[in-house]
């Protein structure tokens, strides 16, 4: 099966820059999915088709995709982004989620 | 406003089923499917499968093969995830989410609490 590897941890300072990746075998050729989870919340889509950005999300969140990685980027980070973020992906005929990275906000 | 609306936490003995309910607003729902994902406690995002409210079409992920049943009734446009022969490592936290095959989940419901517990 399809396995997809995020850091377990990212640690930033306020109106710096994260990047979160996202492992896996020629994941260049797949559609990269982002979601942001907040405690006791569902996730919310952040990132779709690796770089397009749902409507509500703000422009400080950007992703990329090519060859063994998939990359979300977050610009400008605030206190209110931390948050556990899974990456997805399909693989046959079953999407498949990252472990996921908690980002930290110092 | 989309919104998937799920019932209620509950709480099985290992052994028994459990019926999880997703009530969808806001859109057509025979335009899209419903994907379950869950969650267990402190752990990261599990996908269970999908079912097209189109047609009833499932695609269930293969570790579950046999004990989950997904439908769909289009009437009240309510999914429903059943899954049996419960075990305590079900003990985990049940997403509905919105999304075509292929695709991304753009709507999720609030989540649904199952505890598993003899």
């Known amino acids: 099966s399809y396995v997809l590897t995020q850091p377990p941890s990212v640690s930033v300072a306020p109106g710096q820059t994260a990047r979160i990746t996202c492992g896996g075998n020629?994941?260049?050729?797949?559609?990269v999915h982002w979601y942001q989870q907040k405690p006791g919340q569902a996730p919310v889509l952040v990132v779709y088709?690796?770089?397009d950005r749902p409507s509500g999300i703000p422009e400080r969140f950007s992703g990329s995709n090519s060859g063994n990685t998939a990359t979300l980027t977050i610009s400008r980070v605030e206190a209110g982004d931390e948050a556990d973020y899974y990456c997805?992906?399909?693989?046959?005929?079953?999407?498949?989620f990252g472990g996921g990275t908690k980002l930290t906000v110092l | 406003q989309v919104q998937l609306v799920q019932s209620g936490a509950e709480v099985k003995k290992p052994g028994a089923s459990v019926k999880v309910s997703c009530k969808a607003s806001?859109?057509?729902?025979?335009?899209?499917?419903i994907s379950w994902v869950r969650q267990a406690p402190g752990q990261g995002l599990e996908w269970m499968g999908w079912?097209?409210?189109?047609?009833?079409?499932?695609n269930y992920a293969q570790k579950l093969q046999g004990r989950v049943t997904m439908t769909t009734d289009t009437s009240t446009s309510t999914a429903y995830m059943e899954l049996r022969s419960l075990r305590s490592d079900d003990t985990a936290v049940y997403y509905c989410?919105?999304?075509?095959?292929?695709?991304?989940?753009?709507?999720w419901g609030q989540g649904t609490l199952v505890t598993v517990s003899s």
């Open positions: 989410a919105r999304g075509l095959n292929w695709g991304w989940y753009d709507y």
């Open positions: 806001g859109y057509t729902f025979t335009s899209y499917g």
């Open positions: 079912i097209s409210a189109y047609n009833g079409n499932t």
């Open positions: 020629n994941i260049g050729s797949k559609s």
């Open positions: 088709d690796d770089s």
């Open positions: 997805q992906v399909w693989d046959s005929s079953d999407a498949v």
